[in-house]
């Protein structure tokens, strides 16, 4: 049985954080270690979207956050404590329990962080760069303890970002997951 399938049965073919039944796929929860159903969640395309893109916001689409936050699925009380940090929620966020690894899972991605304490990524023109970002590599590159050579014009996909380092990104290049450094790259 495939991770998509068995994330649909746990969720009864709804959206585990809004309850739409459209447009669901299955959507890691960063950072991932396994890539399994512990670590995935089975969200709606917009769910997905104004997790990636918070330019894309929109309070009233994350009203039964309140419902999800209680999941006993802990990806799902991950997600759901991101985005009301994310909303100022703090009320709700307060009323959480997870325990201390679920919560530094959760803290990952910065999501708690006073906007003056957040640590941002940018790339060699300035671009705020974004978890799930694809960004091209703008020079060869070696890659530190092999023998590979990133090459310029490589275009690295769903980028993970180091959230204590501000000049490091992570991505895959030929099937390898490697550090690039961001003054490096270019985000497309």
């Known amino acids: 049985m495939n991770l998509e399938r068995e994330l649909n049965k746990?969720?009864?073919g709804t959206c585990e954080l809004c309850?739409?039944?459209?447009?669901?796929?299955?959507?890691?929860?960063?950072?991932?270690r396994k890539g399994d159903m512990d670590e995935s969640i089975y969200a709606c395309a917009t769910c997905i979207d104004q997790i990636e893109n918070p330019d894309?916001?929109?309070?009233?689409?994350?009203?039964?956050?309140?419902?999800s936050m209680w999941s006993e699925h802990i990806p799902?009380?991950?997600v759901s404590w991101r985005m009301l940090n994310r909303l100022k929620n703090h009320e709700l966020v307060?009323?959480?329990?997870?325990?201390e690894d679920t919560l530094e899972w959760a803290k990952a991605t910065g999501e708690a962080d006073d906007d003056e304490n957040k640590i941002i990524?940018?790339?060699?023109?300035?671009?705020?760069?974004?978890?799930?970002d694809s960004v091209v590599l703008i020079k060869d590159l070696k890659v530190k303890g092999s023998s590979m050579v990133a090459k310029q014009g490589t275009a690295v996909r769903n980028i993970r970002l180091d959230h204590e380092n501000?000049?490091?990104?992570?991505?895959?290049?030929?099937?390898?997951?490697?550090?690039i450094i961001t003054a490096y790259v270019k985000k497309l």
Do not use: C
Not at 19 to 32: I, M, R, S, Y
Not at 94 to 99: S, W
């Open 121 to 132: 990524h940018r790339d060699s023109n300035g671009v705020i760069l974004n978890t799930g």
């Open 94 to 99: 307060e009323q959480m329990y997870l325990d």
């Open 56 to 67: 894309n916001m929109d309070a009233n689409h994350w009203r039964l956050l309140n419902d």
């Open 10 to 12: 746990r969720s009864n």
């Open 166 to 179: 501000e000049t490091y990104i992570e991505g895959r290049v030929d099937g390898q997951q490697i550090v």
């Open 19 to 32: 309850g739409a039944t459209e447009n669901l796929k299955q959507f890691d929860v960063l950072p991932t």
């Open 76 to 78: 799902v009380q991950v």
